[in-house]
């Protein structure tokens, strides 16, 4: 991948991360003590920070899930419980790592800029998205996964994987790919349409904050995507 442009590689970093590893935690923490950002950008809106900083469960009234629709429900629950489970066998709660950043730079006095679009609007373009084909596929995948879990992941390429690490820019590629091609409305929904939706962010922050050093905390698999994107615009 093409790093980016010197002028903006000078005030823009990203961080990929992954919601459940110590490593992320640790390289937070020295960008922010060794960078010294103006800002922090972080993959959060309002809703997601205020309960990872309060320590709230997200509760889903019968209107929001008519909102979001049922779809969008169902892979909401799916998900956090699969995260909170790989969590407990590392030792570390999903998203810690997106509240270091917010805890952070609160300490050191620097503003936070949550660029992640709304949740509750991702889910609903995942229920409005998702075909009847890769929900098939996602209940086949499950049932593998539970069957035989290795045989899944080495079908997958995953059967190395450290969930204590951030996983390397060639398995991330694998990953994004698999994703892309056996769910590419749920890529584009949770991926593609995010990425696009945090550098309008990113551009709007460079544009507004000149010559500032600005620090963007993204899921691993976001960045590569998102700094592509930055590639095409002339923001400074």
């Given amino acids: 991948m093409t790093p980016l442009p ?8 990203i961080i990929g ?4 590893s110590k490593q992320s935690i640790r390289e937070i923490k020295e960008a ?4 010294k950002p103006d800002i922090v950008a972080v993959e959060l809106d309002a809703e997601r920070a205020y309960v990872l900083m309060h320590g709230e469960k997200t509760r889903l009234s019968l ?4 909102h979001i629709g049922v779809k969008g429900f169902i892979f909401a629950k799916i998900g956090q ?5 790989l969590g407990k066998m590392v030792g570390v709660s999903p998203g810690t790592e997106m509240k270091t950043a917010l805890e952070e730079a609160q300490k050191n006095k620097i503003p936070i800029a949550l660029i992640d679009q709304p949740i509750k609007v991702t889910l609903k373009n995942f229920s409005k998205n998702l075909t009847w084909r890769e929900k098939f596929r996602f209940l086949g995948d499950i049932i593998k996964g539970v069957l035989f879990p290795k045989r899944q992941l080495k079908e997958a390429g995953l059967e190395d994987f450290d969930l204590t690490k951030v996983p390397e820019k060639k398995l991330i590629a694998v990953m994004m790919k698999q994703l892309k091609q056996r769910y590419p409305n749920v ?10 939706y945090m550098v309008k962010k990113i551009i709007k922050l460079l544009r507004e904050n000149s010559k500032k050093k600005i ?3 993204v899921g691993a698999g976001h960045k590569e995507g998102m700094e592509e994107l930055l590639l ?3 923001v400074i």
Avoid: G, M
């Fill in 232 to 234: 095409k615009v002339d």
């Fill in 63 to 66: 209107k929001d899930i008519l």
């Fill in 6 to 13: 010197l002028q903006k590689a000078e005030v823009l970093h």
């Fill in 187 to 196: 890529y584009k929904t949770l991926v593609e349409d995010r990425n696009q």
């Fill in 81 to 85: 419980i699969l995260q909170q489970k």
């Fill in 17 to 20: 991360t992954s919601h459940i």
């Fill in 32 to 35: 922010i003590l060794l960078q």
């Fill in 215 to 217: 620090l963007v905390v």
